[in-house]
């Protein structure tokens, strides 16, 4: 039976990338071994310990979403204990709340990038430009905006524009 699970895990900063990411590649490989998948990797970088671990003041932090046997867990807590860069990890079990909260948003992002995939595919069949012919054959109208506002009003029931605040006040 496979279970939402969190881990959290403490590297040392004094390990190289390439030494972090063998370990996280090794908790990869054991999670596809025994049928489980990791949902979401979350690499907070260097931060300050709350207190010193192995006289270090920070540690890399590094969080994983999963979805695991109990099994699994027990043999990535094995490894993860051995391993001299880890100075602390912890395995614990998602809140069911938080993980359905995750999923529908998940579910949601996804529906909403197919909507606009789809949308992306019908937006250049629908927005044809017209051919020269076409476009010289209708009329063009030129305005000017300076004959449109010297010119008196001839409907008696339109309103006077006001074009400024103080011209609002008095009217």
């Known amino acids: 039976m496979s279970r939402d699970y969190e881990l959290g895990v403490v590297f040392s900063p004094e390990a190289s990338e390439e030494e972090t990411r063998s ?3 090794r908790i990869e490989q054991i999670v596809a071994k025994h049928e489980g998948h990791i949902v979401k990797v979350n690499q907070w970088g260097r931060r300050r310990l709350a207190y010193p671990i192995d006289r ?4 890399i932090y590094v969080f994983l979403d999963m979805v695991l046997t109990p099994e699994t867990v027990i043999e990535i807590e094995r490894t993860l204990k051995v391993s001299e ?5 912890m395995v614990r079990k998602r809140d069911p709340k938080a993980v359905q909260k995750e999923r529908e948003e998940r579910e949601a992002r996804a ?7 789809e ?25 000017n905006p ?9 409907d008696e029931t339109a309103a006077p524009v006001a074009t400024s605040n103080e011209e609002q006040v008095q009217a």
């Open 85 to 89: 860069i880890v100075l602390r990890e």
């Open 56 to 59: 270090h003041r920070d540690g």
């Open 23 to 25: 370990v996280l590649d």
């Open 146 to 154: 300076a004959e449109e506002a010297a010119a008196p009003a001839t």
């Open 111 to 117: 529906a909403a990038a197919a909507a606009a995939a």
């Open 119 to 143: 949308a992306a595919e019908k937006a250049p069949e629908a927005t044809e430009t017209p051919s020269a012919e076409e476009a010289s054959a209708e009329p063009v109208a030129e305005e």
